[in-house]
């Protein structure tokens, strides 16, 4: 066990492919991933070594430092990176150079007026992958300069037949971050909505929205969505599958 950590970061650009099957299911991922995994608490075989702290601490500075390292791993650490300002020259190289836009809502958290306008050109870019995270980066630090852009992605969306869960869910995120005569009267539209399928789903990541960022211009709204019972039920369980998550 002793070696354990020191056999992890050996392989920690292992790219072949582990296989593992949980009942009839056949799953496979890097070797560095499946070990990353196994020496987690509370991930796979809890009786097997865990990292402790200190070895945490150095798996998390090689996620963050080793260039071009494609791992989920990696991504979830940004995911949860605190802006310390030792950190922002390398969030910064990840989100722009690799490109690896998973990195932009770490970028956001250090609130750089600089980083306004690379995060605007991401945004109106619109391409699927990149503007999601985008989008989530909004949502953490909720420039003025950011609110037409959502409008206009908002805008497009409710153009399209087709659903794209996951932009709208962080849309609806990141609107409520603008509590706003623009941002109410997009929502009002939402629960105005004669298609009922529209209305089940986006009504849904509306609640959630205005459950996590809550304001008292939203106040009718809530109200709203607490009055239809389908409605409210469905906005908790999503609420509880992402605490889960």
Excluded at 17 to 40: D, K, W
Excluded at 102 to 116: G, H
Aim: aromatic share 10%.
């Amino acid at each position: 066990y002793a070696n354990t950590c020191r056999v992890l970061l050996e392989h920690i650009s292992d790219t072949v492919q582990v296989r593992t099957f949980f009942g009839c299911v056949i799953s496979a991922e890097p070797v560095a991933e499946y070990l990353i995994e196994v020496v987690t608490p509370e991930c796979i075989d809890t009786s097997f070594y865990k990292l402790n702290a200190d070895e945490r601490s150095v798996l998390d500075s090689v996620l963050l430092y080793r260039p071009q390292l494609q791992l989920e791993a990696r991504a979830e650490l940004l995911a949860r990176l605190a802006p310390a300002e030792r950190h922002y020259a390398r969030v910064k190289q990840i989100a722009s150079e690799e490109p690896a836009p998973e990195a932009l809502p770490a970028l956001a958290r250090f609130q750089k007026s600089n980083d306004v306008p690379f995060i605007r050109a991401i945004l109106r870019k619109n391409e699927d992958r990149s503007v999601c995270y985008a989008i989530r980066a909004v949502r953490e630090n909720p420039d003025t300069a950011f609110l037409q852009d959502l409008l206009s992605l908002f805008e497009a969306e409710w153009g399209h037949r087709s659903y794209n869960y996951q932009k709208w869910r962080n849309l609806y995120q990141a609107l409520a971050r603008y509590p706003c005569s623009q941002t109410l009267s997009l929502f009002n539209r939402t629960l105005d909505c004669r298609d009922e399928f529209r209305k089940e789903i986006l009504g849904m990541f509306l609640g959630v929205a205005l459950a996590k960022y809550p304001n008292s211009l939203y106040d009718s709204l809530r109200m709203r969505i607490a009055q239809d019972k389908a409605l409210q039920k469905d906005v908790a369980e999503e609420l509880g599958s992402e605490t889960a998550t």
